[in-house]
């Protein structure tokens, strides 16, 4: 009597409970040897987000420290739309537009556009462009 998507809401409960069931008791299975990588993922996580923060955070304290010392710093390496509007702006001391405002400000340089763009090259989205599958095998023949 239950609706298509109610037995299915129900069948993927199920599923899910079984899982967990199914696992844990293979874990338990598991000798202590074993059970020390999975357990220490679980405890400490993947931490890519305290690292990512950490980056992000470095990268705000070098590029002030840049303006502090009046040094210019890398060179700004804007995406098409932003590079149109950026390269319209003559002179910094200029009053900006809210519009290069907002192309300066989210216009990446240094180490963090050096890393987005290396993840563009080797993992990219799109499996018929980018590098990634040679990367991944290269690593895979010399470990």
Sequence with gaps: MLTAEQQADI?????????????KDAYKKLPDEEKQAPDLF?????????????????????MACWAGLGVKGPVQLANR????????????????????QCAMDIT??????????AGA?????????????????YFVSVT
């Design 11 to 23: 069948g993927n409960e199920m599923m899910k409970d079984l899982t967990r069931r199914l696992g």
């Design 42 to 62: 679980v405890w400490a996580g993947c931490c890519m987000h305290k690292d990512l923060n950490s980056v992000k955070g470095e990268n705000k304290r070098m």
């Design 121 to 137: 090259i080797f993992n990219n989205k799109d499996d018929k462009k980018g590098y990634h599958d040679m990367h991944k095998q």
């Design 81 to 100: 739309d932003n590079a149109a509007v950026i390269d319209g702006i003559a002179d910094a001391a200029e009053t900006l537009t809210s519009a290069e």
């Design 108 to 117: 990446a340089c240094g180490g963090v556009k050096a890393a987005s763009i």
